[in-house]
């Protein structure tokens, strides 16, 4: 380990109001005398204690975004009027993009050079939203048959409960906050107790910049208190991302009372290596992205096809790119992959690589703890051959450096076999043949398909699941959509701005 190692780690905490909530512009405490620790994935050592929501302190959130909605000019400002606020985010959220960038380290465990340089595009998001406040057709004059002027307009949906997972909290906060904002809506973001750090900064960023209060109310709740959020009538809509599960318990509830909602859930997305492909390339290319956040990510292509007859050539390839990836403390420049981000997660994984093994797939290399590393919720990079499509491993979501490779016929039972899981939210096909690559993108069911490679432009196109991966959009214009209502308005005259 390195003195920058020690030094980026060491830090002191720049976090002002860790001990409360921000309700309605301002930092309060919280009802209760709850709080969580924040444990740092490396050293299993509790780093932050942030405040906790009561019931109470949801109600207040909920009751502060409902105001600023109902009783204040937030939602009948102009779009291009919201948007300063959306660039003042970004400038303030660029500031502390270091800062940011350790606390998602030392929460989730990826790569500090990673975070450093993911976190650094999260305020491209509130700018492009920015940006769309001139471009986005928020009034459509129309024709009438009963009337001298119509118009479709798109007005916000109204308040809206923002839901985040502990993997990648800021960015995926920031496609729902900046459309949200952007749209005129109000805000309940609720932070994951396990990774709270940077969506902190956030509320402390938008205390800095004047945003209104009530627009955005940022609280840390434990899964009672955040299904209250969704429960409540006076939300109008839920943004969620996280597992399927929770999605479906929350799609229930929101169906109980017509609430809207979107959806980005698990995934279990397919690698299709069609037989023209260079198989060193496919073992690189699906290594890098695997290890990229040590396998918590919905979109990671964790089901590789190919056919038989390159079937063992892949798995020692790629049994040779996992087995060669250096494990260790994520803010050590050497490492290349660090650790899960809980105990309970790496226990999973590791549960998975037992009933993999038990059900008959071959260990390639991985499925264990590193011997080198004592401390940390470390697993080694993974990868199971002869894996059966109907297996454990290969239908359930692992969230961890676990890699299937399951053997194929042809390329149709290649492409049956890719749509053979209740999930469908990224893939990809590996081949020289664009026509090839087209023809196969246009059959497998899933939001996003890359061509050689882990591809999701979730900025400028948008992304989500088929099936049980999720419901609408998030990102790019799409991602608009979710936060608005239209309605058609007929007057007998036309107003002064149309006329």
Not at 53 to 65: F, V
Not at 440 to 461: C, D, I, P, Q, Y
């Amino acid at each position: 380990m390195t003195t920058d190692t020690i030094s980026a780690r060491d830090t002191p905490l720049a976090l002002a109001h860790a001990d409360r909530l921000f309700i309605d512009g301002e930092w309060v405490a919280p009802t209760g005398s709850g709080g969580f620790d924040v444990i740092d994935s490396a050293t299993e050592q509790p780093f932050l204690r942030v405040a906790e929501a009561s019931a109470a302190d949801m109600d207040a959130a909920i009751a502060a975004a409902r105001h600023a909605f109902d009783h204040t000019d937030w939602s009948f400002l102009e779009p291009a009027e919201r948007a300063v606020y959306l660039r003042r985010l970004a400038e303030g959220l660029r500031a502390r993009s270091e800062e940011m960038a350790t606390y998602w380290t030392r929460q989730a465990g990826p790569l500090f050079a990673m975070s450093k340089g993911s976190i650094q595009r999260v305020p491209m998001v509130f700018e492009f939203y920015a940006d769309l406040a001139d471009s986005y057709p928020w009034i459509t004059p129309g024709t009438s048959m009963m009337s001298e002027f119509a118009a479709v307009v798109s007005e916000p949906i109204g308040v809206v409960g923002a839901i985040v997972p502990w993997n990648t909290p800021l960015s995926l906060a920031g496609y729902k906050v900046a459309p949200a904002l952007l749209t005129g809506c109000t805000v309940v973001l609720k932070l994951p107790p396990e990774a709270p750090g940077e969506l902190l900064v956030l509320a402390e960023v938008a205390q800095e910049i004047g945003l209104p209060p009530g627009v955005l109310n940022v609280v840390t709740a434990d899964r009672e208190v955040s299904e209250q959020l969704v429960r409540d009538p006076r939300v109008d809509k839920i943004a969620f991302t996280g597992s399927s599960a929770v999605g479906k318990r929350i799609a229930t509830i929101c169906g109980e009372r017509l609430a809207r909602y979107t959806l980005e859930l698990g995934g279990k997305s397919a690698a299709v290596v069609l037989d023209d492909y260079d198989l060193q390339k496919a073992a690189a290319a699906i290594t890098g992205q695997e290890i990229s956040l040590t396998g918590q990510n919905c979109s990671s292509l964790t089901r590789v096809i190919v056919s038989r007859r390159r079937h063992d050539e892949l798995a020692e390839a790629l049994g040779a790119a996992f087995g060669a990836v250096r494990v260790g403390d994520p803010f050590d420049p050497a490492s290349q992959m660090g650790p899960l981000a809980m105990g309970r997660q790496q226990a999973r994984v590791l549960e998975y690589v037992e009933k993999g093994v038990a059900e008959g797939a071959t260990l390639v290399t991985g499925g264990r703890r590193p011997a080198h590393l004592e401390r940390g919720y470390f697993v080694e990079p993974t990868v199971f051959a002869n894996v059966d499509n109907r297996s454990t491993i290969a239908q359930e979501e692992i969230f961890g450096p676990v890699v299937s490779i399951i053997p194929a016929d042809d390329e149709a039972h290649a492409i049956e076999l890719a749509n053979g899981t209740p999930f469908g939210l990224n893939s990809a096909v590996f081949t020289d043949d664009v026509e090839r690559a087209w023809h196969v993108a246009r059959r497998l069911r899933a939001g996003t398909v890359g061509h050689n490679g882990f591809k999701v432009e979730s900025l400028l196109l948008g992304f989500g699941g088929v099936k049980q991966s999720g419901f609408g959009r998030e990102g790019g214009v799409q991602g608009v959509h979710p936060y608005i209502e239209t309605k058609t308005v007929l007057l007998d005259g036309a107003p002064r701005r149309f006329q």
